[in-house]
């Protein structure tokens, strides 16, 4: 009997504390914060995540006075976040790197994409290399569809995200524009707090456990 009641309060107060903290992006209650703007990028922090992005900045103006204008942006923050292939100055694809403020490793559970440009005629694929530690995950990317047309959408979630797991940088390419509109993140180093009703329940079921020991003792 003692071992059981035992069994119980184990499963009531340590199951809360075995769960990550999920944090599910994008919603006009989160805030993003300008954290660097460079040159072909933009970082922004916003619930403990940073995202940079790549910007294709056009800049005006005679010498001395060059200014950047950037190029119009279609998903602006809180609807999600975009990046931009680069064709002034170092030339290069859409990109977003996902990281945590604190460099914690995390995981990515579900991502929801947008082309902002059509891809179907030659066909194309995020790719997303995980990195630990500056170190690339996997030797290849990781690939997952993104042919079709402006404005379409593709969603993935597990088992196909199983492998975004564990990693503290996440770097998504495309060779067009693209924007995220959903991501479901999870920082595993950070249980979710036990409520306060579970640690009433186990501190009856531990003076619970002590009453039946004296029972058994007196018997």
Do not use: H
Request: glycine share 10%.
């Amino acid at each position: 009997m003692k071992s059981k009641i035992f069994f119980m309060l184990s499963v009531v107060v340590f199951s809360g504390a075995a769960n990550a903290a999920t944090t599910t992006f994008f919603d006009s209650s989160q805030v993003a914060t300008n954290v660097a703007l460079g040159a072909t990028y933009d970082t922004v922090s916003s619930n403990g995540y940073l995202f940079t992005y790549t910007r294709d900045k056009l800049f005006t103006g005679g010498v001395g006075m060059i200014t950047p204008i950037g190029r119009p942006v279609a998903v602006a923050w809180p609807n999600g976040v975009e990046a931009q292939a680069v064709t002034v100055g170092p030339i290069g694809p859409a990109q977003i790197t996902i990281k945590r403020v604190d460099g914690n490793v995390f995981d990515i559970a579900a991502f929801t994409a947008k082309l902002l440009a059509n891809t179907a005629a030659t066909g194309a694929s995020f790719e997303v290399m995980p990195l630990l530690n500056g170190n690339d995950g996997f030797a290849n990317p990781l690939a997952f569809d993104a042919t079709g047309y402006y404005n379409n959408t593709f969603s993935y979630n597990m088992p196909s995200t199983a492998l975004l797991s564990g990693f503290d940088t996440y770097t998504f390419n495309l060779f067009t524009d693209f924007a995220f509109t959903g991501l479901t993140l999870v920082d595993a180093s950070s249980p979710v707090p036990i409520p306060t009703a579970f640690w009433l329940l186990g501190s009856g079921l531990v003076g619970l456990v002590g009453v039946v020991a004296r029972i058994r003792k007196t018997v």
